[in-house]
Nanobody, 121 residues
Framework: QVDLVESGGGSVQSGGSLTLSCAASGYATSSGCMAWFRQVPGKERYWVARIAKYSTTGYADSVKGRFTISKDNAKNILYLQMNRLTPEDTAMYYC???????????????WGRGTQVTVSS
């Protein structure tokens, strides 16, 4: 059974930084594509960043240059380093993973329960 558990969210002032973590069990971070999504109440969940099996990364335009996705395959943890945060980054952040060896195209099968990030101006 796959379990993804996010942590590291919190409240920060505009311009600040946070690092989110996603601890994976039942899933090897070395085996497939993982990503971070975010969602605000009443709106759709949006993709933020992804990292492929061999660590190729991709970012949404809104976070490019400010956020960095990475993973530690030895610890089985996915990270999202977030710098120069703005109030528009306020959202629930979710970790997600695709089935092993299936690439980054298509929907994500496994989801965490989320961690809240709140950025005040």
């Amino acid at each position: 059974q796959v379990d993804l558990v996010e942590s590291g969210g919190g409240s920060v002032q505009s311009g600040g930084s946070l690092t989110l973590s996603c601890a994976a069990s039942g899933y090897a971070t070395s085996s497939g594509c993982m990503a971070w999504f975010r969602q605000v109440p009443g709106k759709e969940r949006y993709w933020v960043a992804r990292i492929a099996k061999y660590s190729t990364t991709g970012y949404a335009d809104s976070v490019k240059g400010r956020f960095t996705i990475s993973k530690d395959n030895a610890k089985n943890i996915l990270y999202l380093q977030m710098n120069r945060l703005t109030p528009e980054d306020t959202a629930m952040y979710y970790c997600a993973a695709r089935p092993p060896e299936s690439g980054c195209l298509g929907s994500f099968s496994y989801w965490g329960r989320g961690t809240q990030v709140t950025v005040s101006s």
